[in-house]
């Protein structure tokens, strides 16, 4: 609710502002968007029968007749007249009533700011840009003085709310997220996390900060006046803070970011008891966001060059490369590496993939069109270096943070496969969903893979509703089963294979459908759950018996983050013993960046990369082949 009050507080500043330029357009815009945010519905409660039904369906391909069996009696049970199910649904439904989002802060909490686990790698995705040639210094320099002003001017986008609504199946989305990328930071604490967003309608944040060598500053990039500096003026004061970085031997501050949040969080309280510190640590905190001019990185060949990046978006390398070049409690973080390597890595919490991809097609474009023009000299003051005071008990806690970061670097196994057979229009051609044809092959690979199918998740938009965020598309489905069994099977004639195909396809179309309209099952599932913990009863049976359990053990953790510009998203994996896979269907090829754990002995990227690749194959074969 704060929020949202300060949001409205922030707007009637933006139209104060703005009204001395042009006074009407910007108020039919701010009316515009708070009439559509307004407008917007709210998340439903799914009926409960419907719920525990699908649920059941979700289940058969995955666990023994058995077992289901006796998720079935519990659920009998638990659905019993006026028994649990029942007061649990209400005490939901009384939940929606009363809050603009019956599962927002729930969700916020256990998925994000009660994890103790480290930030990179388990919760922040990273983004790759295509690699830059840049001829020298310079080169890296005018690239993140261009990358700068695009965002900046994203920014101005979100200031005058002249960011067009975007629409999903035709109805307009929650536009929320993007108000809390930029200005915030997450803010570790010993048992849990905060978020905090410091463009909050009183106070705007005027500067960026630049890392260089893990030497942190803080560059103005607003004019007192709120314009922007130019592109050229950017560009001088980065020089500024490169001559003035170019000593290396200075401690990785930042990696103490990396680690796992309960010893981050004392660490920092450590940390912020000197007032030089504290100030530092603010400062960072309060940026509208992070610039890491990145080292080098160990050259390696073409073939896994793009695997190497994303690895380097996902945590910086390692202590002895880039890994101390970062704030990850930042929620963004644009890396622009000496050696061409770009893109960016963002904190979970705020927001999901698609509002950052499309800032970043937008940043893409700004550059794009921008030139550097140079503007007048006028002496701008040195951008701030951020001073840090390392006491013995600081120094330990980095050794330690380097120590942890370097296993879970070894233990970060990276792939990006580059699909050029064909992409999204060659797929719509065979009038058929590019996103489901994907999963279904993902499901096929993971199949050949293991003889076996898994729990599939992928992330599905919950942002038709207000303060929505994501879904559960279960992908495995009986469907998708019969079509994997009969795919492989030498005995089934093509036609069938495709008509196999083509259901596990409607199967999955209808899923989707199903979750993007807030009817799937797995935030309602939570939600009983949660209600339960809250009205201090005991945890119904359904969540604790062997099918929950396997139900949300997701060896496959997946998610399309589709973007205008040739880029690839990776995530890690959910699970220990599983993956994470995120694809961008571009028109003519497919991005796709798979993860597992080394740590792991029966998960293998590369190896379910191949397979995904020949599934994808197989599938296109299965299409031209097949007569309709
Ligand atoms: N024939 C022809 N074209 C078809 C088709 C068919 N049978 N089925 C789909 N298409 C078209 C669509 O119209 C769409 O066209 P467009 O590119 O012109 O808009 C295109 O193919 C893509 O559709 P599809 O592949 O089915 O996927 P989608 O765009 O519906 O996306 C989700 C599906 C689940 C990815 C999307 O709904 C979603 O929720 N995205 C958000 C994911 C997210 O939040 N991730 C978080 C990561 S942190």
Redesign the pocket.
Known sequence: MINVLARAASRAAVAVNSRLASPVIVLQIRDYSLAHQDGLPKLPVPPLRQTCERYLAALEPLVSEEELDHTRTLMAEFLQSGGVGERLQKGLERRARKTENWLSDWWMQLAYLDSRMPIPVYTS?GVVLPQMHFQDRQGQMRFAAKLIAGVLDFKRMLDRETLPIEY?GGKPLCMDQYYQVLSSCRIPGPKKDTVVNHANGITYPTHITVVHNFQYFVLDVLNSDGTPLTVDQIYMQLEKIWNSSLQSNKEPIGILTSNHRNTWGKAYNNLIKDKTNKESVRAIQKSIFLVCLDAPMPRVSDEIYYSKVAAQMLHGGGSRWNSGNRWFDKTLQFIVGEDGSCGLTYEHASA???PIVFLMDHVVEYMKKTEMVRTPMIPLPMPQKLRFNITPEIKKDIEKAKQNMNIMVHDLDVRVLNFSHYG?KYL?TF??????FIQMALQLAYYRMYQECCSTY????LRMFKLGR?ET?RSTSTDALKFIQCMDDSSKQNTEKLVQLEKAIKSHRDY?HMA?HGQAIDRHLLGLKMQSIEDLTSLPEIFMDTSFAVAMHFNLFT???GSKTDCYMCIGPMVPDGYGVCYNPMDDHINVAVTAFNSCEDTNATKLACFLEDALLDMKALLEQTPK
């Open positions: 995705p999903l999901e993939g698609p999204r719509k009038k058929t969903s590019p996103d489901a992928e992330s599905a938009s994501t598309i989707t993007i998610s399309q983050v």
